[in-house]
């Protein structure tokens, strides 16, 4: 399985955002503390608010707040609302897909991910003090 940038990047705001605890981060602020393009954090930020993980604040002292706590952040909910499921492997072409028993057990796979994912909160993914030092020095810069 390979995650789109889509699903990585809003991930990596979560966490940019459970890191900086409460405090409003800037849209330029997550931008360039991963050094990524600021329009496609975005749209990234726009779908999280929509869906309640990202809460906006407008107006002067504006930004971005966890919209809930990270204990209640699950990261296998995430993962499935922002990265569409496709197979594995494309079995339309193959002449034996009606009768294969690989698109069962590829399936099964899938599914053992996205539990382990499940089994994960955004807070459980923060205890991380080195991950927590290099945001930390790129919120001071």
């Known amino acids: 399985m390979k995650l789109s940038l889509y699903t990585d990047y809003s ?3 979560l966490l940019y955002l459970g890191t900086n605890g409460g405090r409003r981060v800037t849209l330029g602020e997550i931008a360039d503390g991963y050094g990524i393009s600021k329009e496609h954090l ?4 726009h779908m999280l608010g929509k869906l309640g993980y990202v809460e906006t ?17 699950n990261i296998g909910e995430v ?11 494309d079995c339309t072409p193959c002449i034996i897909a009606y009768a294969c028993t690989l698109q069962s057990v590829l ?24 991950m927590q030092q290099i945001l930390f020095r790129t919120t001071d810069t």
């Open 42 to 45: 975005r749209k990234v930020v």
């Open 79 to 89: 993962v499935e609302a922002t990265e569409p499921r496709h197979p594995v492997i």
């Open 11 to 13: 991930l990596r705001v």
């Open 57 to 73: 604040h407008r107006g002067k002292g504006g930004g971005f707040t966890l919209g809930a706590d990270p204990g209640d952040i």
């Open 107 to 130: 399936k099964q796979a899938e599914n053992a991910f996205y539990e382990v994912l499940k089994g994960y909160q955004l807070k459980d993914l923060l205890n991380n003090v080195a």
